[in-house]
C-alpha cells in the first residue's frame, strides 16, 4: 500500500481491517503464540469491547491495532494504513495524530496538573504550551473538572477523577481511534459505570472507532459489539447495545 | 515536551537535589581547583609583576624561570647597559639564607638584593617606613611573603639575644616591626620597615636590602648577580629589545610578558602542583559523573513508565532524548551556577587567609566545561532505556 502521507489516512470513511493476524513471543520452545490468526473488521463509529480470559491476547491484539507492537502474519489496516509499511518514525507520528490512549492504570505523570496531564497529545503534536493546556481545560470542564481540580496533581485526584483526566487525554488531539486497555479495572463500581458513560458521551462519534479491552462484563451494556477471544482467535462477535444485528459478526 | 521534562525533574525532589548536589559539586571543585592553581601560577610570577618597570629581564641562558635560576658574572649588568635600544639597566640579586631571631629561632627567607641607587625592585611600603631607610648600614625589609606566623619576635628583651645562647623558642612573640634585629651568616641585619610584597609560591618570608648589603651578609660567591632588569628606551618594544640583547651579550633576555609565561609553563612541566591539582581535577570529574549518572540513570529509569506513555501517545524518540537532555542542560545549567557562586564565595573567604585564590577566566571555563561534560555524559548514560523500551509492554503488562 502506498504510503504518501502516513499523518493523513487516504479515506477518512474506512474502517479497521485484519484477517489472518498472528502474533508470537519468544523464539524455539518458549514460544507463546498470542494471536493465531485474528479476524477482525471495525466500522467508524462504533464501540467494540473484546474480551476474554487473562492471557488470551486481548491486549496483543490492542498493540497491533495501536502501531505498539508489529505483527508477525496476516494483513491489518487502520484507517487503510498498514503500519507495516510505515516507518517507526511514521507510526509514532500516527498515533500522535491519530489514536488516544486510555490506560489501566491511568498512567498520569505525577508531576503535572489534571490540565497539563490531558493536554499532552497537543503538546506531543506542537501545539503551543498555553493553547494545548487551555484546550484540555475545556475538555475536563466538560467533564465536571472545576479550575481547582484543573490545578490538582493526580495524587490529588480520586481514581475516578484521574481515569476521566486520562479520558480527556485520550479526546484532546481528536483522535480517530481511542483504545482503552481495561478502563474500569481500578475503580468501584459506580466510578466504573461513570467512566464508560463518559467515554461513550464524549469519545464515541460517527467517524471514531473505540476498541475497549475489559473483564468487566458490568460494562458490556456500554459497547455496540462484543468480540470474545479464547487462545489467541476471536471466538465469537456478538451485538450488544442495540447495533443493528447485520454489523454483529 | 522540554516543559513536560522540567516539571518532571522538578517534581522529584530528592534526584533534582542529588543531580543538582554532583554537578555543583563538580562546578565548585573543578573551578576552585583551577582558581588555586591560578594562583599558585600567578604567585609563582609575583617578583616579575612586582617590578612593573622593568620591560625586560636578563638571565643566565639556562634559566626558564624566576626560580630556580643561576647567577651572572657581575659584568653581565655593563654588557646589557651598553646594547642599543636599553635606557636603564638595574641588577637584582636573588639568594636563599637562613636568618636568626633574637630567641634563637631560625627561619629561611629569600633575600632579595635591590639596586643601592635606584632601589628598583623594591616593593610598597607599610606605615611610615621610606625606601631611603634602606641605605642605612646592614637595614632590612621583610615580609612574610604568602606566610603566617613565620616573622614573630620576643617581646620581652630578657628572651632576646639571651646569654649562652639557649633559644627561648616557647615566649610570648610579636611581629617583627622597624628597630629589630636578625643575626644573618654572624651578621646583625636591622629591620627598617616592613615591605607590601606581592604572596609568593612557594610562600616564604622575604628580606629586601641593597645589592651591597646582599653582598656582604651573604656567604662570598664569585656571581651574585641573579636578573638585570631593563628599561627599554622611549619607542623600542620590550619583545625586540629583549632579541637585540640575546643576540650581543649571548645571554637570555625576556620581555616580562613572556617571562611571566615562561615562568608559569615552567612551573606546570616541572610543579608537583601540577599533578596535584590535575588528581583534584580527575576526582571532581569522577565524583560528579558518579553521583550524576547514577542519579540521572535512577530518575531516567524510574519515570521509564512515563517515556513509554509518552512514546504510546506519539511522543518520538528524539523528543523523549530531548527531554533527557533538557532535564540535564537545567540541571547543568543550575548546578554550575551554583557551584561558580560558591566557588566565588570560597575564595573571597579563602582569599582573606592568604589562600592563592585567584578565579582567572579559565576557571568558570572549565568549571563550566566539566558540567557540560558530566552532565551530558549522564544523560547520554541514561537514554539507552528510553531507545529499549518497548511502550507495548506497558500497556500489555509484560
Known amino acids: 500500500m502506498p504510503v504518501s502521507n502516513p499523518a493523513e489516512p487516504a479515506d477518512r470513511g474506512a474502517t479497521i481491517r485484519c484477517a489472518g493476524v498472528t502474533k508470537t513471543y519468544g523464539q524455539g520452545n518458549a514460544a507463546v503464540q498470542a494471536l493465531r490468526g485474528v479476524d477482525l473488521e471495525i466500522r467508524t463509529g462504533e464501540l467494540l469491547m473484546l474480551e476474554g480470559p487473562s492471557g488470551c491476547g486481548k491486549t496483543t491484539l490492542l498493540s497491533v491495532l495501536a502501531g505498539l507492537m508489529e505483527r508477525d502474519g496476516g494483513a491489518c489496516t487502520v484507517f487503510d494504513q498498514d503500519y507495516q509499511q510505515l516507518s517507526a518514525l511514521e507510526t509514532t507520528r500516527f498515533r500522535a495524530r491519530h489514536i488516544g490512549f486510555v490506560f489501566q492504570a491511568f498512567n498520569l505523570i505525577p508531576a503535572l496538573t489534571a490540565a497539563e496531564n490531558a493536554a499532552t497529545p497537543l503538546l506531543i503534536n ?112 456478538e451485538a450488544a447495545g442495540g447495533l443493528p444485528p447485520r454489523l454483529a459478526g | ?96 639564607t637562613d636568618a636568626r631571631f633574637p630567641n634563637g629561632r631560625f627561619q629561611s627567607f629569600q633575600v632579595i638584593g635591590v639596586d643601592d641607587a635606584t632601589l628598583t625592585g623594591l616593593p610598597p611600603l607599610q606605615g611610615n617606613a621610606t625606601p631611603a631607610a634602606l641605605r642605612a648600614p646592614d637595614a632590612i625589609m621583610v615580609d612574610p611573603g604568602g606566610t603566617d606566623g613565620k616573622l614573630e619576635t620576643p617581646i620581652r628583651p630578657a628572651d632576646q639575644w639571651p646569654a649562652g645562647n639557649q633559644p ?27 615591605a607590601d610584597a606581592l604572596p609568593r609560591f612557594p610562600p616564604r618570608p622575604l628580606l629586601f636590602t641593597t645589592y651591597s648589603t646582599a653582598q656582604r651578609i651573604l656567604p662570598p660567591e664569585r656571581r651574585r648577580l641573579t636578573f638585570v632588569l631593563v628599561q627599554a628606551a622611549p619607542g623600542v618594544a620590550p619583545r625586540d629589545l629583549a632579541a637585540r640583547i640575546e643576540s650581543v651579550t649571548g645571554l637570555r633576555a625576556r620581555s616580562a610578558a613572556d617571562f611571566k609565561s615562561d615562568t608559569v609553563n615552567w612551573m606546570i612541566e616541572n610543579s608537583e602542583d601540577t599533578g596535584d591539582a590535575i588528581t583534584m581535577l580527575s576526582i571532581a570529574l569522577l565524583v560528579g559523573f558518579g553521583v550524576t549518572g547514577v542519579m540521572m540513570f535512577m530518575f531516567t529509569h524510574e519515570n521509564l513508565k512515563f517515556y513509554a506513555v509518552l512514546n504510546a501517545m506519539g511522543a518520538t524518540a528524539r523528543m523523549l532524548l530531548i527531554m533527557i537532555f533538557a532535564q540535564a542542560g537545567l540541571c547543568a545549567l543550575i548546578g554550575a551556577g551554583l557551584g561558580l557562586g560558591l566557588c566565588a564565595l570560597g575564595g573571597y573567604f579563602f582569599g582573606a587567609y592568604h589562600f592563592p585564590f585567584r578565579m582567572m577566566w579559565f576557571a568558570p571555563v572549565l568549571g563550566g566545561a566539566a558540567v557540560v561534560l558530566i552532565s551530558m555524559a549522564a544523560a547520554a548514560f541514561s537514554v539507552g532505556p528510553i531507545l529499549k523500551m518497548r511502550p507495548a509492554s506497558f500497556l500489555a503488562g509484560r
Open chain 1, 126 to 237: 506542537g501545539h503551543k504550551r498555553r493553547e494545548a493546556i487551555d484546550q484540555a481545560g475545556v475538555v475536563l470542564r466538560e467533564m465536571g473538572f472545576d479550575d481547582r481540580m484543573l490545578r490538582a496533581r493526580p495524587a490529588e485526584l480520586s481514581g475516578g477523577q484521574q481515569q476521566r483526566v486520562a479520558i480527556a487525554r485520550a479526546l484532546v488531539h481528536q483522535p480517530r481511534l481511542i483504545v482503552c486497555d481495561e478502563p474500569t479495572s481500578a475503580l468501584d463500581k459506580e466510578s466504573g459505570r461513570k467512566i464508560m458513560e463518559l467515554l461513550r458521551q464524549f469519545a464515541r462519534g460517527k467517524d471514531r472507532v473505540l476498541i475497549v479491552v475489559t473483564h468487566d462484563e458490568r460494562i458490556f451494556q456500554f459497547a455496540d459489539r462484543i468480540a470474545r477471544m479464547e487462545d489467541g482467535r476471536i471466538t465469537r462477535i
Open chain 2, 168 to 194: 627561648h623558642l616557647d615566649v610570648p612573640t610579636r611581629e617583627l616591626a622597624p628597630g629589630d634585629e636578625l643575626l644573618v651568616n654572624d651578621t646583625r641585619v636591622r629591620v627598617a620597615g616592613r
Open chain 2, 1 to 96: 515536551m522540554i516543559f513536560i521534562a522540567l516539571r518532571m525533574l522538578l517534581g522529584d525532589r530528592l534526584k533534582y537535589g542529588g543531580l543538582l548536589f554532583g554537578i555543583t559539586f563538580t562546578s565548585f571543585l573543578v573551578a576552585f581547583a583551577a582558581s588555586y592553581f591560578g594562583g599558585m601560577m600567578t604567585r609563582s610570577f609575583a617578583l616579575i609583576t612586582e617590578n612593573s618597570r622593568a620591560d625586560v629581564w636578563v638571565m643566565d641562558p639556562a634559566v626558564a624561570a624566576v626560580e630556580p635560576n643561576f647567577n651572572l658574572a657581575a659584568a653581565a649588568l655593563n654588557r646589557v647597559r651598553s646594547v642599543t635600544g636599553v635606557q636603564s639597566a638595574m641588577p637584582l640579586l636573588l639568594a636563599t
